[in-house]
């Protein structure tokens, strides 16, 4: 008897909701919106998520960091969880030397994703609506402008119903492409970075192989193309997870506003961690395997020369045998 109160009680809120409490279908497109701007140079709603993730994943840092104690209280001890459940990932995966070393990108990287990813599903982020910034354009623009589309202009900027219509302040960092196309490229960079100060030339060998013959040379090729495709593939198995997520969730709250999207915004919290996670553990795995020397199979001869350190691994190896 109880659950079939709660059923019609769901269904109540339904209809009401879809009756009473319609709300009108955003303007759903891929090119982040301009806000702002400085100059020629715009700002978009998803620029300022961007800086308000990084305010927010700073102001929580210095709240546990001033709140230290020897026994943690809740913030100080999930922000340790965190911390350590990471830190162990990367010394599992790269070993202690080089975990600790890529610790701090991998951390950073899904801090900053799963954050802007969970803020983006907060209220007001699609609702809370401004007016679209343009860039100031010369005299001669505006003259030859106002000629070629006259007649669209007096459409411009409005709704079905003739009102002004705005664009959202803010929007989900991962749902532009520039943002996650800059994190792909930046975890590829670094990958780069660290396998030549780690290997120097062997790495260089993997890509511009003349020792092996044709063979060589052609494997070469495809692993040179290979860290080309990282790129793409970082960039748009983010930005088409969060932002097919944001038009789902438009859709659901036009057609079922309240309850129906319950259901919904649980499932978009889990894809927000996993994207995150998922985006920080291949760029940890990508940058061990652009770490590792695969001239010696043997491991006496296995170790890589750190030059920040001037530890030789290979003489730890020995010793320790």
């Known amino acids: 008897m109880r659950i079939f109160g709660i059923a019609i009680l769901v269904l109540a809120v339904v209809i009401v909701g879809a009756t ?21 140079f715009p700002i978009t709603n998803t620029m300022l998520a961007g800086w308000i993730s ?26 340790e969880v965190v911390i350590g459940f ?10 202690p030397e080089r975990g600790r070393r890529f610790f701090p990108i991998v951390g950073s990287i899904f801090l900053f994703l799963v954050v802007s990813n969970w803020m983006g599903l907060l209220p ?18 505006v003259a030859v402008k106002k000629d070629v589309h006259l007649a669209k202009d007096d459409h411009a900027g409005k709704d079905d119903h003739g009102k002004s219509a705005g664009i959202p302040l803010l929007r989900a960092v991962s749902s532009d492409l520039n943002t996650t196309l800059a994190l792909g490229l930046l975890s590829v960079l670094l990958t780069q970075v660290y396998g030549l100060r780690y290997l120097k ?12 013959g044709p063979i060589g040379f052609y ?6 193309i290979g860290e080309f495709a990282k790129i793409i593939s970082f960039t ?13 969730l438009a859709v659901i709250v036009f057609l079922l506003p309240w309850v129906a999207v319950l259901p919904f915004l649980g499932l978009e919290l889990f894809v927000g961690l996993i994207q995150a996670f998922v985006f920080a553990v291949l ?21 890589v020369h750190d030059p920040a350190s001037g530890h030789d691994q290979a003489h730890t190896n020995r010793a320790h045998s």
């Open 236 to 248: 748009f198995r983010l930005f088409g997870n969060i932002f097919a997520g944001e038009v789902l």
């Open 201 to 212: 030339g062997e790495y260089v060998q993997r890509f511009f192989n003349f020792r092996e």
């Open 86 to 95: 990471f830190l162990n990932l990367c010394e599992s995966v790269a070993g």
């Open 283 to 303: 760029t940890l795995v990508f940058m061990t395997l652009a770490t590792t020397s695969h001239a010696h199979h043997d491991d006496s001869h296995s170790g």
């Open 20 to 40: 009473q409490a319609r709300v009108k279908l955003p303007h759903i497109q891929i090119p982040a919106e301009a806000i702002a701007g400085v100059g020629s």
């Open 219 to 224: 494997v070469g090729v495809l692993e040179l």
């Open 54 to 79: 990084v305010v927010v994943i700073l102001a929580i840092t210095l709240r546990a960091v001033g709140q230290s104690r020897d026994v943690p209280g809740r913030l100080q001890g999930f922000i």
């Open 124 to 141: 007001g982020y699609t609702t809370i609506e401004v007016k679209e910034w343009r860039a100031p354009a010369s005299a001669e623009t």
